[in-house]
């Protein structure tokens, strides 16, 4: 519990001693409330990928039981709630992010049975599960759009976006995964144009009708009436269009965000959604996206304006193939931005890594034999102390690592794919683009889960949907378990060091050495608890300045075999020191 709740506990009932003792009894029972509505302030969030996690039937898939044959191992993680990829039926475009029925399970993945007992076995570990709820778009297989697209008169019809083709093209808009680049598809059956911001198979949701407003939210209901914790709002940011469709200004490209996203009655659809479903339940709601900026990501998430409880920002993973794109101090300045503007209010998530990104230790650290434990460790210690709530993606926990396809055929992806043949189509540098791929690809973090050195790695007794990452030998779960050193111990050491810790869930946050290229040094403090975090982001060893007495610490934790303490300033390669100011 908060120190100052605690206090204020204690205040209220020695005011209270003339009042009647059901009274007490009450204004306790209200802050206590209010410490359990906020419990994903202080929880780590796991993140699983489930198709890519535990295959139990021998398909190549994983699947709701092959999650479950491992929650002991998510339970020894330490982890509070996990994040659960879209598990809903679907024909699989975009890997379960097009939905054709939001009440059923995707039978790759197993039956509504086995989600319940995912469930339950998660409830009974004290494990909560937040799923993912994909409600910009739809699958085109969804009944509603084959209704809609059945006739112009059709009641679905307002379902979805559509552009009448008599009155000539509509006005261009850009699709991050259609083959051309174009989000305005042509379809014959009723002579017009529906909007896909993503593939072809996936057309936006017209949030402006209140049909499917209440569609939605029934569907919410469903769901969190079975018991689920919450839900992670997948591109809701696009949700809001204006419908008058103007005309994008030259240089949109640069920050599409800024045009497709926080659309005119977004947060009214938010505010909504809280009315009606939200505010009824014990619940964790992510909004993914969250604007381009602090202040627009602080209005999804201001308790005042009662919409959703966690911003989940993009800035800090968008920064291209690797740190070197524009350095460590802007990296920096990002957090600090971002922290100043939730310092009094309003909760952010921190991570690195997700379904949508490279591996973390490829992108952030290094992966060569030589630091990639050691780095991993590192990278693992920024997210569990900073302040939010750390989202920690499947497989990072090991430091397992980009796979780097040289081929195309190799690729699942209908991002990649696409944008493949609209190069190939416009005669572009395909050598180029595959070499980049291996950085940057969504592909590289949806390897199947490397669990031992048997065949597959574990993951599966029948061909893996994706290729497994060859050095599943050497990088597996099985092999860390046996080492007290290894990065999947060191993440459990972390998990745990932060809940020992109320000042890394609940203190303050002090950006030091900022002009520093190299290291990221921050204090944070809590009822006069100070401890700081040192984190060397290079392959070199390097110092760092601060007027902080160093002579005057403790040592909590390094992610060296050895400590080099005290300290003097100095940090070895990819060291990351956690200190206590005494």
């Not at 920690?392 to 195309?408: C, K, P, Q, S």
């Not at 065949?455 to 061909?463: A, V």
């Not at 203190?507 to 990221?520: A, E, I, K, Q």
Request: glycine share 6%; net charge negative; charged share 25%.
């Amino acid at each position: 519990m908060k120190k100052s709740l605690y206090i204020l506990c204690l205040l209220m009932l020695f005011n209270s001693q003339n009042n009647a003792a059901q009274d007490v009894a009450v204004q306790t029972s209200l802050v206590m409330d209010s410490l359990q509505n906020e419990w994903w302030k202080e929880a780590v969030v796991y993140q699983i990928y489930p198709r890519s996690f535990k295959d139990s039937d021998g398909d190549g898939v994983g699947d709701l039981k092959g999650i479950i044959s491992k929650l002991d191992y998510i339970k020894s993680l330490g982890v509070d709630a996990v994040w659960l990829n879209p598990i809903y039926t679907s024909p699989n475009d975009d890997n379960g992010y097009d939905i054709s029925n939001y009440r059923e399970i995707m039978k790759d993945f197993g039956t509504m049975e086995d989600f319940d007992l995912l469930l339950k076995g998660m409830h009974e570990r004290g494990i909560k599960l937040i799923m993912d709820l994909v409600v910009n778009h739809s699958s085109d297989e969804h009944e509603w759009f084959k209704q809609a697209r059945s006739s112009r008169d059709n009641k679905y019809r307002d379902y979805y976006h559509w552009w009448p083709a008599e009155k000539g093209k509509p006005p261009y808009r850009w699709s991050f995964f259609d083959v051309n680049s174009e989000a305005w598809k042509y379809d014959a059956q009723t002579n017009s144009y529906y909007l896909h911001y993503f593939s072809r198979k996936q057309p936006d949701l017209n949030w402006e009708s209140p049909k499917l407003r209440n569609e939605v939210y029934d569907i919410m209901r469903f769901w969190l009436d079975k018991g689920i914790d919450g839900f992670r709002m997948d591109a809701f940011q696009f949700a809001s269009k204006d419908t008058t469709w103007p005309e994008l200004p030259k240089g949109y490209e640069k920050n599409i965000i800024k045009y497709y996203g926080n659309g005119p009655h977004l947060h009214d659809y938010l505010q909504e959604m809280n009315r009606e479903v939200y505010s009824k339940y014990d619940i964790m709601t992510v909004a993914e996206g969250a604007g381009s900026s602090p202040e627009e990501a602080m209005q999804f998430v201001d308790p005042e304006r009662k919409e959703l409880n966690i911003a989940y920002h993009f800035e800090s993973v968008d920064i291209g193939k690797h740190l070197n794109d524009f350095g460590l101090i802007k990296y920096k300045d990002i957090f600090s931005r971002y922290d100043k503007e939730f310092s009094e209010k309003g909760w952010l998530a921190i991570f690195l890594a997700n379904h949508d990104q490279p591996r973390m230790v490829s992108k952030f650290g290094n992966d060569s034999s030589e630091f990639r434990e050691i780095s991993s460790k590192m990278l693992s210690t920024f997210v569990l102390t900073m302040r939010g709530t750390p989202f920690y993606y499947n497989g990072d926990e090991l430091g397992m690592t980009n796979i780097r396809f040289n081929n195309i055929e190799d690729y699942k992806d209908v991002d990649t794919r696409n944008r493949y043949i609209g190069l190939k189509n416009k005669g572009g540098d395909l050598k180029a683009f595959l070499e980049g791929q291996k950085q940057t690809s969504r592909e590289n973090g949806r390897t199947p889960f490397q669990w031992d050195s048997t065949l597959n790695s574990g993951f599966s007794n029948g061909k893996p949907w994706l290729k497994v990452n060859p050095n599943y030998k050497m990088i597996n779960a099985e092999a860390q378990e046996k080492d007290p050193n290894s990065v999947l111990n060191y993440f459990r050491k972390m998990v745990q060091l932060r809940k020992d810790n109320p000042v890394i869930t609940q203190g303050s946050y002090t950006l030091l050495d900022h002009d520093n290229p190299n290291v990221f040094v921050f204090l944070r403090e809590l009822d006069g608890k100070k401890i700081m975090v040192a984190l060397n982001f290079t392959s070199k060893t390097t110092y760092f300045k601060t007027e902080i007495d160093l002579s005057k610490t403790k040592l909590i934790s390094t992610n060296y075999k050895e400590a080099n303490f005290p300290i003097e300033n100095s940090l070895r390669p990819f060291e990351a020191l956690i200190i206590e100011i005494q």
